[in-house]
């Protein structure tokens, strides 16, 4: 079994709805990411946590809430879905150690219409 | 702030040829560089790290030197396969922080 999981690894929706991508870990880190990513521009940070209850914002926050339901379970939301969303969405963990690697999941590739 | 810079892609070899990716960083601090693999469909998975100046990460036949002088980290491997094509991200993070910053990602395409 994969050490991070996301669901669903796509989905395609319409504007305005309400869509939640989900993340579950096995690997018992602390840390906790969601990113998007789109063409030429690499890896952006969406929201990161260090434990249940400390939640920050990364650099594009904007239309992305989160909720860390558990140490191992980490959910990104878009309340409102627009299409400039459309992306590829990836959580990722970490220990609370300096300077370790980060651990991906597969991705979410999300459409929306 | 902290960055990393990587060639553009795509780059596109014969099979067996030497490939070299580049990647340079500016950081405060003394940081942590890593490679990334990003294969189709799939997330990035950790190719080699390294911690300090002049450590030298290898796996699976690629390599890289943390070269503090020059603030590089290049990407090499002596025979690349077609199997190699993908997408490879430079990071780095520093000690205290939360933060890995990624560079842009560069496509190799290997041709038979």
């Given at each position: 079994?994969?050490?991070?999981?996301?669901?669903?690894?796509?989905?395609?929706?319409?504007?305005?709805k309400?869509?939640?991508?989900?993340?579950?870990?096995t690997?018992?880190?602390?840390?906790?990411?969601?990113?998007?990513?789109?063409?030429?521009?690499?890896?952006?940070?969406?929201y990161?946590?260090?434990?249940?209850?400390?939640?920050?914002?990364?650099?594009?926050?904007?239309?992305?809430?989160?909720?860390?339901?558990?140490?191992?379970?980490?959910?990104?939301?878009?309340?409102?879905?627009?299409?400039?969303?459309?992306?590829?969405y990836?959580?990722a963990?970490s220990?609370?150690?300096?300077?370790?690697?980060?651990?991906?999941?597969?991705?979410?590739?999300l459409?929306?219409? | 702030?902290?960055?990393?810079?990587?060639?553009?892609?795509?780059?596109?070899?014969?099979?067996?040829?030497?490939?070299?990716?580049?990647?340079?960083?500016?950081?405060?601090?003394?940081?942590s560089?890593?490679?990334?693999?990003?294969?189709?469909?799939?997330?990035?998975?950790?190719?080699?790290k390294?911690?300090?100046?002049?450590?030298?990460?290898?796996n699976?036949?690629?390599?890289?030197?943390?070269?503090?002088?020059?603030?590089?980290?290049?990407?090499?491997?002596?025979?690349?396969?077609?199997?190699d094509?993908a997408?490879?991200?430079?990071?780095l993070?520093?000690?205290?922080?939360?933060?890995?910053?990624?560079g842009?990602?560069?496509?190799?395409?290997?041709?038979?």
């Amino acid at each position: 079994d994969a050490d991070v999981t996301q669901t669903p690894r796509n989905r395609i929706t319409k504007t305005g709805k309400r869509i939640m991508l989900e993340c579950s870990q096995t690997k018992g880190h602390d840390r906790m990411y969601w990113y998007r990513q789109d063409p030429g521009l690499g890896l952006r940070l969406i929201y990161y946590s260090f434990d249940v209850k400390d939640i920050n914002k990364g650099e594009i926050s904007d239309g992305y809430s989160v909720s860390r339901q558990a140490q191992a379970k980490f959910s990104l939301s878009l309340e409102s879905a627009i299409p400039n969303q459309t992306a590829l969405y990836f959580c990722a963990t970490s220990p609370g150690i300096s300077n370790q690697p980060q651990h991906f999941g597969d991705g979410t590739r999300l459409s929306i219409l | 702030g902290n960055s990393v810079t990587q060639m553009e892609g795509p780059v596109t070899l014969s099979e067996e040829a030497f490939l070299t990716i580049n990647c340079t960083y500016t950081a405060t601090g003394y940081p942590s560089l890593f490679w990334y693999v990003q294969y189709p469909g799939e997330g990035l998975q950790l190719l080699l790290k390294a911690t300090k100046a002049d450590d030298k990460g290898s796996n699976k036949g690629f390599e890289a030197t943390y070269r503090k002088e020059t603030t590089s980290f290049h990407l090499e491997k002596g025979s690349v396969q077609v199997s190699d094509s993908a997408v490879y991200f430079c990071a780095l993070t520093t000690s205290g922080t939360y933060k890995y910053i990624f560079g842009t990602g560069t496509r190799l395409k290997v041709l038979a």
